[in-house]
Protein backbone atom coordinates (compact mmCIF):
# COMPACT_ATOMS: atom_id res chain seq x y z
CA UNK A 1 0.00 0.00 0.00
CA UNK A 2 1.09 3.73 -0.40
CA UNK A 3 2.56 5.77 1.83
CA UNK A 4 0.06 8.66 2.91
CA UNK A 5 -2.81 9.21 0.18
CA UNK A 6 -2.92 12.02 -2.12
CA UNK A 7 -4.42 15.32 -1.99
CA UNK A 8 -7.34 16.19 -4.09
CA UNK A 9 -5.23 18.00 -6.19
CA UNK A 10 -3.51 14.43 -7.09
CA UNK A 11 -0.35 15.82 -6.32
CA UNK A 12 2.66 12.56 -6.08
CA UNK A 13 5.91 12.05 -3.75
CA UNK A 14 9.15 11.01 -5.03
CA UNK A 15 8.44 7.26 -3.60
CA UNK A 16 4.88 7.62 -5.18
CA UNK A 17 6.00 7.93 -8.77
CA UNK A 18 8.55 5.58 -8.45
CA UNK A 19 6.33 2.82 -6.58
CA UNK A 20 3.82 3.49 -9.63
CA UNK A 21 6.61 3.92 -12.26
CA UNK A 22 8.07 0.36 -11.28
CA UNK A 23 4.96 -1.50 -11.22
CA UNK A 24 3.94 -0.24 -14.44
CA UNK A 25 7.04 -1.52 -15.65
CA UNK A 26 6.72 -5.11 -14.10
CA UNK A 27 2.96 -5.31 -15.29
CA UNK A 28 1.27 -2.61 -17.75
CA UNK A 29 -0.10 1.05 -18.10
CA UNK A 30 -3.72 -0.74 -17.27
CA UNK A 31 -3.15 -2.85 -14.38
CA UNK A 32 -1.13 0.42 -12.54
CA UNK A 33 -4.28 2.48 -13.26
CA UNK A 34 -7.07 -0.31 -11.61
CA UNK A 35 -4.09 -0.94 -8.87
CA UNK A 36 -3.64 2.88 -7.89
CA UNK A 37 -7.00 4.55 -8.30
CA UNK A 38 -8.63 3.97 -4.93
CA UNK A 39 -5.86 6.16 -3.62
CA UNK A 40 -5.71 8.61 -6.86
CA UNK A 41 -8.94 8.10 -8.36
CA UNK A 42 -7.78 10.77 -11.21
CA UNK A 43 -4.86 9.13 -12.06
CA UNK A 44 -4.75 8.72 -16.22
CA UNK A 45 -2.97 6.46 -18.38
CA UNK A 46 -0.73 9.42 -19.83
CA UNK A 47 0.55 10.09 -16.11
CA UNK A 48 1.73 6.34 -15.77
CA UNK A 49 3.74 6.29 -18.71
CA UNK A 50 5.83 9.30 -17.57
CA UNK A 51 6.08 7.42 -14.11
CA UNK A 52 7.01 4.54 -15.89
CA UNK A 53 9.17 5.94 -18.51
CA UNK A 54 11.22 7.59 -15.78
CA UNK A 55 11.42 5.03 -13.48
CA UNK A 56 12.73 2.64 -16.49
CA UNK A 57 15.32 5.58 -17.82
CA UNK A 58 16.64 6.30 -14.13
CA UNK A 59 16.98 2.35 -13.44
CA UNK A 60 19.01 1.80 -16.67
CA UNK A 61 21.64 4.84 -16.16
CA UNK A 62 22.06 4.00 -12.60
CA UNK A 63 22.25 0.10 -12.51
CA UNK A 64 20.34 0.34 -9.22
CA UNK A 65 16.51 -0.38 -7.76
CA UNK A 66 14.85 3.18 -7.86
CA UNK A 67 12.86 3.78 -4.71
CA UNK A 68 12.14 7.78 -5.48
CA UNK A 69 11.28 9.93 -8.76
CA UNK A 70 12.36 13.47 -8.02
CA UNK A 71 10.20 16.13 -10.31
CA UNK A 72 12.07 18.09 -12.43
CA UNK A 73 12.70 21.77 -11.92
CA UNK A 74 10.65 23.81 -14.13
CA UNK A 75 11.68 27.23 -15.44
CA UNK A 76 15.28 28.37 -16.70
CA UNK A 77 18.22 27.19 -15.34
CA UNK A 78 20.10 29.43 -13.48
CA UNK A 79 23.16 31.29 -15.45
CA UNK A 80 25.79 29.95 -12.87
CA UNK A 81 25.37 27.95 -9.65
CA UNK A 82 25.33 30.45 -6.75
CA UNK A 83 28.78 29.97 -5.82
CA UNK A 84 30.40 30.25 -8.69
CA UNK A 85 27.99 33.31 -10.07
CA UNK A 86 29.50 35.16 -7.01
CA UNK A 87 32.92 34.22 -7.43
CA UNK A 88 32.22 35.43 -10.93
CA UNK A 89 30.66 39.46 -10.35
CA UNK A 90 33.36 39.19 -7.55
CA UNK A 91 35.91 38.40 -9.84
CA UNK A 92 34.58 40.67 -12.60
CA UNK A 93 34.41 44.08 -10.24
CA UNK A 94 37.75 43.23 -8.77
CA UNK A 95 39.02 43.39 -12.40
CA UNK A 96 37.56 46.28 -13.54
CA UNK A 97 38.64 48.08 -10.04
CA UNK A 98 42.51 47.13 -11.42
CA UNK A 99 41.84 48.74 -15.02
CA UNK A 100 40.87 45.56 -17.01
CA UNK A 101 38.06 45.92 -20.03
CA UNK A 102 34.91 44.50 -19.27
CA UNK A 103 32.80 43.55 -22.50
CA UNK A 104 30.44 40.67 -23.20
CA UNK A 105 33.69 38.43 -24.67
CA UNK A 106 35.23 39.17 -21.16
CA UNK A 107 32.25 38.44 -18.97
CA UNK A 108 32.26 35.12 -20.81
CA UNK A 109 35.99 34.69 -20.40
CA UNK A 110 35.65 35.25 -16.80
CA UNK A 111 33.08 32.66 -16.40
CA UNK A 112 34.02 29.94 -18.32
CA UNK A 113 37.73 30.22 -16.85
CA UNK A 114 35.67 30.15 -13.37
CA UNK A 115 33.65 27.24 -14.44
CA UNK A 116 36.93 25.09 -15.94
CA UNK A 117 38.49 25.44 -12.47
CA UNK A 118 35.30 24.40 -10.75
CA UNK A 119 33.40 21.46 -12.92
CA UNK A 120 34.10 21.57 -16.60
CA UNK A 121 30.96 19.39 -17.38
CA UNK A 122 28.95 21.92 -16.85
CA UNK A 123 30.01 22.84 -20.08
CA UNK A 124 28.18 22.05 -23.69
CA UNK A 125 31.60 20.80 -25.20
CA UNK A 126 31.16 18.45 -21.80
CA UNK A 127 27.95 17.39 -21.79
CA UNK A 128 26.39 19.90 -19.68
CA UNK A 129 24.16 22.76 -20.84
CA UNK A 130 26.38 25.82 -20.36
CA UNK A 131 27.55 27.70 -23.72
CA UNK A 132 28.78 31.27 -23.32
CA UNK A 133 26.99 33.53 -25.98
CA UNK A 134 26.55 37.80 -26.06
CA UNK A 135 23.08 37.06 -24.91
CA UNK A 136 24.45 34.50 -21.73
CA UNK A 137 26.87 37.39 -20.97
CA UNK A 138 24.14 40.08 -21.23
CA UNK A 139 22.48 37.97 -18.50
CA UNK A 140 25.18 38.10 -16.29
CA UNK A 141 25.38 41.64 -16.66
CA UNK A 142 22.05 42.06 -15.62
CA UNK A 143 22.65 39.74 -12.29
CA UNK A 144 25.82 42.33 -11.87
CA UNK A 145 23.48 45.43 -12.56
CA UNK A 146 21.16 44.02 -9.50
CA UNK A 147 24.36 43.56 -7.19
CA UNK A 148 25.21 45.45 -4.29
CA UNK A 149 27.65 48.06 -6.69
CA UNK A 150 26.08 48.57 -9.15
CA UNK A 151 27.94 48.98 -12.77
CA UNK A 152 26.32 50.25 -16.05
CA UNK A 153 27.61 49.65 -19.88
CA UNK A 154 28.91 52.93 -21.42
CA UNK A 155 28.38 52.62 -24.97
CA UNK A 156 30.32 54.96 -27.92
CA UNK A 157 28.31 54.89 -31.10
CA UNK A 158 28.76 55.54 -34.58
CA UNK A 159 26.80 55.83 -37.63
CA UNK A 160 27.36 55.87 -41.61
CA UNK A 161 26.12 58.65 -43.10
CA UNK A 162 22.95 58.03 -44.98
CA UNK A 163 23.63 58.48 -48.81
CA UNK A 164 20.55 59.04 -51.38
CA UNK A 165 19.79 55.80 -53.94
CA UNK A 166 20.33 58.49 -56.87
CA UNK A 167 23.36 59.19 -55.46
CA UNK A 168 25.01 55.80 -54.58
CA UNK A 169 23.85 54.76 -57.71
CA UNK A 170 25.94 57.49 -59.45
CA UNK A 171 29.20 56.60 -57.46
CA UNK A 172 28.73 53.36 -57.86
CA UNK A 173 28.40 53.59 -61.85
CA UNK A 174 31.72 56.12 -61.69
CA UNK A 175 33.60 53.70 -59.79
CA UNK A 176 32.75 51.05 -62.04
CA UNK A 177 33.21 52.51 -65.14
CA UNK A 178 36.78 53.92 -64.14
CA UNK A 179 37.40 50.09 -63.58
CA UNK A 180 36.01 48.48 -66.51
CA UNK A 181 38.02 51.51 -68.57
CA UNK A 182 41.23 50.39 -67.26
CA UNK A 183 40.25 46.64 -67.52
CA UNK A 184 39.54 46.71 -71.20
CA UNK A 185 42.90 49.50 -71.84
CA UNK A 186 45.48 47.29 -70.37
CA UNK A 187 44.03 43.62 -70.83
CA UNK A 188 44.66 43.00 -67.19
CA UNK A 189 43.31 39.86 -65.98
CA UNK A 190 41.79 38.90 -62.33
CA UNK A 191 45.04 37.98 -61.12
CA UNK A 192 46.52 41.15 -60.78
CA UNK A 193 43.68 43.33 -59.87
CA UNK A 194 44.17 44.04 -56.12
CA UNK A 195 42.79 45.87 -52.68
CA UNK A 196 44.30 47.04 -50.09
CA UNK A 197 43.47 48.65 -47.13
CA UNK A 198 44.69 49.75 -43.70
CA UNK A 199 42.82 48.36 -40.42
CA UNK A 200 43.84 48.95 -36.57
CA UNK A 201 44.57 45.95 -34.90
CA UNK A 202 44.11 45.73 -30.70
CA UNK A 203 46.15 43.75 -28.81
CA UNK A 204 42.70 43.44 -26.44
CA UNK A 205 39.63 42.93 -28.41
CA UNK A 206 37.27 44.54 -26.21
CA UNK A 207 36.25 47.79 -28.03
CA UNK A 208 35.59 51.30 -26.96
CA UNK A 209 33.20 50.44 -24.19
CA UNK A 210 33.41 48.58 -20.82
CA UNK A 211 30.80 48.14 -17.53
CA UNK A 212 32.19 50.44 -14.98
CA UNK A 213 30.79 50.87 -11.39
CA UNK A 214 27.99 53.66 -11.80
CA UNK A 215 28.79 57.58 -11.06
CA UNK A 216 32.43 57.02 -12.23
CA UNK A 217 33.92 60.08 -13.51
CA UNK A 218 36.88 58.65 -15.41
CA UNK A 219 37.00 55.29 -17.24
CA UNK A 220 40.26 54.15 -17.46
CA UNK A 221 41.12 50.97 -19.43
CA UNK A 222 44.12 48.78 -19.09
CA UNK A 223 45.44 47.90 -22.54
CA UNK A 224 43.91 50.62 -24.69
CA UNK A 225 45.15 53.99 -25.68
CA UNK A 226 48.07 55.50 -27.40
CA UNK A 227 50.43 52.33 -28.40
CA UNK A 228 47.85 49.43 -27.76
CA UNK A 229 47.46 48.71 -31.22
CA UNK A 230 49.36 48.49 -34.51
CA UNK A 231 48.30 48.87 -38.16
CA UNK A 232 48.07 46.17 -40.25
CA UNK A 233 47.38 46.71 -44.06
CA UNK A 234 45.79 43.58 -45.98
CA UNK A 235 46.17 43.14 -49.70
CA UNK A 236 43.78 40.67 -51.78
CA UNK A 237 43.93 39.48 -55.45
CA UNK A 238 40.20 39.59 -57.14
CA UNK A 239 40.73 35.80 -57.83
CA UNK A 240 41.09 35.25 -54.10
CA UNK A 241 44.42 35.23 -52.86
CA UNK A 242 45.21 37.10 -49.58
CA UNK A 243 48.85 38.34 -49.84
CA UNK A 244 51.87 38.77 -46.99
CA UNK A 245 50.88 41.57 -44.82
CA UNK A 246 52.26 44.69 -44.01
CA UNK A 247 52.09 45.00 -39.84
CA UNK A 248 53.01 48.74 -38.49
CA UNK A 249 53.90 48.79 -34.96
CA UNK A 250 54.30 52.09 -32.77
CA UNK A 251 57.48 52.96 -31.95
CA UNK A 252 60.86 54.60 -33.67
CA UNK A 253 63.37 51.53 -33.65
CA UNK A 254 63.62 47.61 -34.79
CA UNK A 255 63.34 47.35 -30.76
CA UNK A 256 59.22 48.05 -30.70
CA UNK A 257 58.66 44.70 -32.94
CA UNK A 258 57.74 41.68 -31.36
CA UNK A 259 60.54 39.52 -29.87
CA UNK A 260 61.09 35.98 -30.73
CA UNK A 261 58.77 35.72 -33.52
CA UNK A 262 59.69 34.41 -36.97
CA UNK A 263 56.92 36.00 -39.16
CA UNK A 264 55.97 34.22 -42.17
CA UNK A 265 57.74 34.46 -45.38
CA UNK A 266 56.88 38.17 -47.54
CA UNK A 267 55.59 39.60 -44.19
CA UNK A 268 56.77 43.24 -43.82
CA UNK A 269 57.45 44.30 -40.06
CA UNK A 270 57.81 48.11 -39.96
CA UNK A 271 57.03 50.88 -37.66
CA UNK A 272 56.15 54.83 -36.75
CA UNK A 273 56.12 56.56 -33.96
CA UNK A 274 52.12 56.27 -34.11
CA UNK A 275 51.87 53.13 -35.61
CA UNK A 276 49.82 54.88 -38.18
CA UNK A 277 50.59 54.49 -42.28
CA UNK A 278 52.42 57.58 -44.15
CA UNK A 279 53.30 58.53 -47.65
CA UNK A 280 57.42 56.35 -46.79
CA UNK A 281 55.37 53.29 -45.24
CA UNK A 282 52.41 53.14 -48.24
CA UNK A 283 55.61 52.89 -50.42
CA UNK A 284 57.24 50.22 -48.70
CA UNK A 285 53.85 48.40 -48.96
CA UNK A 286 54.10 48.43 -52.59
CA UNK A 287 57.46 47.63 -53.09
CA UNK A 288 57.76 44.82 -50.55
CA UNK A 289 54.20 43.07 -50.74
CA UNK A 290 52.84 44.22 -54.31
CA UNK A 291 55.64 43.94 -56.49
CA UNK A 292 56.93 41.02 -55.85
CA UNK A 293 53.78 39.58 -56.15
CA UNK A 294 52.56 41.14 -59.35
CA UNK A 295 56.02 40.13 -60.90
CA UNK A 296 55.95 36.34 -59.80
CA UNK A 297 52.32 36.70 -61.25
CA UNK A 298 53.10 37.93 -64.05
CA UNK A 299 56.01 35.53 -64.96
CA UNK A 300 53.60 32.82 -64.12
CA UNK A 301 51.20 34.04 -66.47
CA UNK A 302 53.04 34.20 -69.31
CA UNK A 303 53.10 38.02 -69.40
CA UNK A 304 55.52 40.96 -70.19
CA UNK A 305 57.20 43.26 -67.58
CA UNK A 306 55.71 46.30 -68.51
CA UNK A 307 52.00 44.46 -68.24
CA UNK A 308 49.78 46.71 -66.10
CA UNK A 309 47.92 45.90 -62.80
CA UNK A 310 45.32 47.57 -61.16
CA UNK A 311 45.08 48.70 -57.68
CA UNK A 312 41.70 50.05 -55.84
CA UNK A 313 42.14 51.50 -52.28
CA UNK A 314 41.32 54.09 -50.29
CA UNK A 315 41.72 58.31 -50.60
CA UNK A 316 44.33 58.18 -47.71
CA UNK A 317 46.93 61.15 -47.93
CA UNK A 318 49.96 58.75 -47.97
CA UNK A 319 48.47 57.24 -50.95
CA UNK A 320 47.66 60.35 -53.04
CA UNK A 321 51.41 62.03 -53.17
CA UNK A 322 52.93 62.91 -55.92
CA UNK A 323 55.47 60.84 -54.96
CA UNK A 324 53.69 57.75 -54.64
CA UNK A 325 51.48 57.94 -57.77
CA UNK A 326 54.92 58.75 -60.02
CA UNK A 327 55.67 55.13 -58.43
CA UNK A 328 53.17 53.42 -59.03
CA UNK A 329 53.49 54.66 -62.42
CA UNK A 330 57.30 53.59 -62.38
CA UNK A 331 55.85 50.13 -61.26
CA UNK A 332 53.39 49.60 -64.46
CA UNK A 333 50.95 50.15 -62.02
CA UNK A 334 47.06 51.83 -62.37
CA UNK A 335 44.62 53.23 -59.61
CA UNK A 336 41.23 53.68 -59.04
CA UNK A 337 39.80 54.93 -55.67
CA UNK A 338 37.71 54.01 -53.42
CA UNK A 339 35.33 56.58 -53.64
CA UNK A 340 35.23 58.95 -50.35
CA UNK A 341 33.00 57.73 -47.00
CA UNK A 342 31.64 55.05 -49.33
CA UNK A 343 34.48 52.24 -48.10
CA UNK A 344 31.10 50.44 -46.65
CA UNK A 345 29.69 50.28 -50.04
CA UNK A 346 32.65 49.33 -52.26
CA UNK A 347 35.87 48.61 -50.41
CA UNK A 348 35.84 44.55 -50.62
CA UNK A 349 38.33 44.29 -47.26
CA UNK A 350 36.04 46.78 -45.24
CA UNK A 351 32.76 44.66 -46.40
CA UNK A 352 34.18 41.01 -45.84
CA UNK A 353 37.62 40.60 -44.84
CA UNK A 354 38.15 42.97 -42.20
CA UNK A 355 35.43 42.09 -39.98
CA UNK A 356 36.41 38.22 -40.00
CA UNK A 357 39.96 39.00 -39.21
CA UNK A 358 38.92 40.95 -35.97
CA UNK A 359 36.13 38.85 -35.19
CA UNK A 360 38.82 35.50 -35.24
CA UNK A 361 40.91 38.07 -33.13
CA UNK A 362 38.34 38.68 -30.35
CA UNK A 363 37.84 35.06 -30.14
CA UNK A 364 41.78 34.48 -29.75
CA UNK A 365 41.81 36.91 -27.09
CA UNK A 366 38.81 35.73 -25.21
CA UNK A 367 40.32 32.12 -24.86
CA UNK A 368 43.66 33.15 -23.61
CA UNK A 369 41.71 35.50 -21.14
CA UNK A 370 40.10 32.14 -20.16
CA UNK A 371 42.82 30.19 -19.72
CA UNK A 372 44.59 33.02 -17.87
CA UNK A 373 41.62 33.24 -15.26
CA UNK A 374 41.21 29.15 -15.30
CA UNK A 375 45.23 29.11 -14.49
CA UNK A 376 45.29 31.31 -11.71
CA UNK A 377 42.10 29.93 -9.87
CA UNK A 378 43.74 26.36 -10.17
CA UNK A 379 46.48 28.01 -8.23
CA UNK A 380 44.74 28.57 -5.75
CA UNK A 381 44.30 32.44 -5.97
CA UNK A 382 41.71 34.49 -4.31
CA UNK A 383 39.26 36.92 -6.26
CA UNK A 384 40.83 39.69 -5.38
CA UNK A 385 43.96 38.52 -6.57
CA UNK A 386 43.71 37.29 -9.74
CA UNK A 387 45.12 39.75 -12.14
CA UNK A 388 45.45 39.14 -16.21
CA UNK A 389 48.87 40.45 -17.36
CA UNK A 390 48.42 42.62 -20.51
CA UNK A 391 51.43 44.45 -20.66
CA UNK A 392 52.85 45.42 -24.14
CA UNK A 393 55.98 43.29 -23.47
CA UNK A 394 54.24 40.71 -22.86
CA UNK A 395 51.10 41.13 -25.46
CA UNK A 396 53.27 41.73 -28.19
CA UNK A 397 54.71 38.01 -29.00
CA UNK A 398 51.02 36.69 -28.09
CA UNK A 399 49.44 39.02 -30.97
CA UNK A 400 51.88 38.16 -33.35
CA UNK A 401 51.13 34.50 -33.30
CA UNK A 402 47.31 35.16 -33.28
CA UNK A 403 48.20 37.52 -36.95
CA UNK A 404 50.07 34.43 -38.05
CA UNK A 405 47.17 32.08 -37.51
CA UNK A 406 45.01 34.59 -39.16
CA UNK A 407 47.34 35.20 -42.07
CA UNK A 408 47.13 30.95 -42.40
CA UNK A 409 43.28 31.38 -42.20
CA UNK A 410 42.79 33.88 -44.80
CA UNK A 411 44.85 32.67 -47.06
CA UNK A 412 42.42 29.88 -47.39
CA UNK A 413 39.74 31.77 -47.75
CA UNK A 414 39.49 32.15 -51.33
CA UNK A 415 35.48 32.41 -52.05
CA UNK A 416 35.29 35.26 -48.65
CA UNK A 417 37.90 37.42 -50.70
CA UNK A 418 35.64 36.98 -53.55
CA UNK A 419 32.61 38.03 -52.30
CA UNK A 420 33.69 40.86 -51.01
CA UNK A 421 34.58 41.69 -54.99
CA UNK A 422 31.29 41.09 -55.62
CA UNK A 423 29.52 42.79 -53.15
CA UNK A 424 31.70 45.93 -53.77
CA UNK A 425 30.48 45.86 -57.22
CA UNK A 426 33.92 45.01 -58.40
CA UNK A 427 33.73 41.62 -59.85
CA UNK A 428 31.12 42.65 -62.87
CA UNK A 429 33.64 45.90 -63.22
CA UNK A 430 36.58 43.12 -64.04
CA UNK A 431 34.65 41.53 -67.23
CA UNK A 432 35.96 43.50 -70.71
CA UNK A 433 32.40 42.41 -71.94
CA UNK A 434 30.26 44.45 -70.06
CA UNK A 435 29.07 47.59 -70.40
CA UNK A 436 27.33 49.80 -68.17
CA UNK A 437 26.33 51.86 -71.14
CA UNK A 438 24.46 55.38 -70.42
CA UNK A 439 22.41 54.17 -67.37
CA UNK A 440 20.99 57.35 -65.60
CA UNK A 441 20.70 56.47 -61.61
CA UNK A 442 18.35 59.25 -61.35
CA UNK A 443 15.75 57.89 -63.16
CA UNK A 444 13.64 56.75 -60.71
CA UNK A 445 13.04 61.06 -59.46
CA UNK A 446 11.54 61.48 -63.21
Given amino acids: MLLGRSTKYAKYSPEQKAEIGRYAANTNIASAVRKYQADFPNLRKQTVYEFKKAYLKKKESTGKEVTILKA??????????????????????????????????IINAIAKGIVVANDR????????????????????????????????????????????PGLLKEEQLTFQRKILALIKWHDIPKELVLNFDQTPLSYITVGNSTLDFEGAKSV???GKGKGKQITGTFTVSADGRFLPMQLIYAGKTDRCHPKGIEF??????????????????????????????????????????????????DVFKGQTTERYTDFLRE????????PPNLTHKFQPLDINVNGVAKGFLKDKFQKWYTDQIQKQVDDGKGVYEVDIDTRLSRMKPIHAQWLISLYDKLRNSEQLIVNGFKAA????????QKDFGDEDPFKHLL
Avoid at 425 to 432: R, T
Fill in 121 to 164: TMLVENGGHLQFTDNWARNVLNEVQRSEKKMVKRMATTSKIPVA
Fill in 72 to 105: KKRGRPKLLPEEIMKKAIQTIKALRLKGAPISYN
Fill in 331 to 338: NHLVNVLV
Fill in 425 to 432: SILEALDP
Fill in 264 to 313: PHGFHITHSPNHWSNEELAIEHISKIVIPYVEKMKEDLGLPNDQKSLLIF
Fill in 220 to 222: PVK
